[in-house]
């Protein structure tokens, strides 16, 4: 028997994570705009140039996204494995009058696509961190394009999604002692509103919050998260090359003369200590400087992963196991050198009388943590240069 994937998770709970209206043209318009913007100034991948180029995209649900590539001139092929969303698809396509760019829709998951074409670009949003054999299809989309195809990936990252994973620990030991037998029912939702309702309203978000709980907080699925570096430790051995990423957090180019091509080794190097300094976004969500503190990231990134790791254990399965993770001092230190008062804050939810109330009444008495999110979703563009 297969293992279950996020794909299993979504048919089960008939939830589509994302749900997107593009009924209106304004609708459409807006939408255009953000992927415009995620293409065009993020990754670096202007509309323009995808005019009659060969596009794949896994997993695109019912292709609102493919449907802007397509309006960009790109001729596409759609994999997705629930054939409940094709029919959805095709409408949209048809509806925009884009059914001529529409190469192909199969039914399959990556792993079972076959063909002996390469394209211009493969993509593969929001699932394949989930993965078991998540860096073998890494190597597959790299094993699909054409000599410097590009490929873009997204991911919930490893460091910023530590507020959100804490937060999830939070839900999960309201649960337990509000008494609720499923974490996945009703009552929980509803806590889970008490919780965060007021804050998650003030984000600029794409999804209800009642998608989001069911997507992050008590998703299983939700705790698989990955990171730049693990990418890059699969694809360059085998040719592949890291492009932009968004948020944009590598400004390598950055005044600095065409001509002195750094060697690969300085550039990796170079890369890192970028990733460094852009950690406190990462962690905060906010577009905080502090190269100062260098050093101390570098330090604390151990951290963050056992913490996460800790996260997991606790609310891999309900009900939690053990007591709400401990935040480790150096990394409350480091982020109270960010954002005062956010450490002490972490470290202080876990301290109250066992009572549901006393915990809900600890996390609104918060007002740094609740405000805060960190930058969990990430893009990351990478070439094969290996062909």
Not at 78 to 106: I, K, T
Not at 177 to 204: E, H, W
Not at 369 to 380: A, E, F, K, N, P
């Amino acid at each position: 028997m297969n293992d279950p994937t996020l794909l299993d998770y979504y048919v089960q709970r008939k939830m589509d994570p994302v749900p997107l209206n593009l009924e209106t043209p304004e609708a459409f318009r807006r939408h255009r705009e953000k992927r415009g913007n995620l293409y065009d100034r993020h990754l670096g991948i202007p509309f323009g140039l995808l005019e009659g180029r060969d596009v794949i995209e896994f997993g695109c649900n019912s292709g609102e996204n493919a449907l802007v590539l397509a309006e960009a001139g790109a001729r596409v092929t759609l994999v997705e494995p629930n054939v409940a969303a094709h029919a959805r698809l095709r409408d949209l396509f048809d509806r925009f009058g884009l059914s001529e760019r529409l190469v192909a829709v199969v039914a399959a998951d990556m792993a079972g696509f076959r063909t002996d074409r390469t394209y211009d670009l493969a993509i593969a949003e929001g699932f394949l961190n989930t993965l078991s054999n998540r860096d073998a299809m890494l190597g597959r989309m790299l094993a699909l394009l054409k000599p410097r195809g590009l490929a873009v990936v997204s991911f919930d990252d490893r460091t910023g999604g530590m507020i959100e994973m804490m937060k999830r620990a939070i839900h999960w030991q309201a649960c337990r002692l509000a008494g609720i037998d499923d974490v996945f029912a009703a009552p929980s939702l509803s806590l889970a509103g008490r919780l965060f309702g007021d804050d998650f309203a003030k984000l600029n978000a794409s999804r209800p919050f009642s998608a989001w709980w069911e997507d992050q907080l008590v998703n299983p699925f939700a705790l698989s998260l990955w990171s730049f570096e693990d990418i890059l430790k699969v694809i360059e051995p085998l040719g592949g090359r890291f492009r932009t990423a968004s948020p944009v957090w590598t400004l390598r180019d950055r005044m600095a003369w065409y001509k002195d091509v750094p060697p690969p080794q300085t550039w990796r190097e170079s890369l890192r200590e970028e990733w460094l300094a852009a950690l406190p976004f990462f962690l905060t969500g906010r577009p905080l400087s502090r190269p100062d503190l260098r050093e101390e990231a570098a330090t604390i990134v151990g951290d963050i992963a056992d913490l996460i790791a800790a996260i997991a254990r606790f609310s891999g399965g309900y009900p939690p196991r053990g007591d709400l993770p401990e935040i480790p001092g150096p990394l409350a230190a480091y982020l109270d050198a960010l954002v005062p008062g956010l450490g002490m804050e972490m470290r202080g939810i876990g301290v109250h009388d066992g009572a549901l109330e006393s915990l809900v009444a600890r996390y609104h008495a918060s007002p740094i943590l609740r405000d805060i999110w960190g930058s969990l979703y990430h893009y990351l563009c990478f070439e094969n240069a290996g062909a």
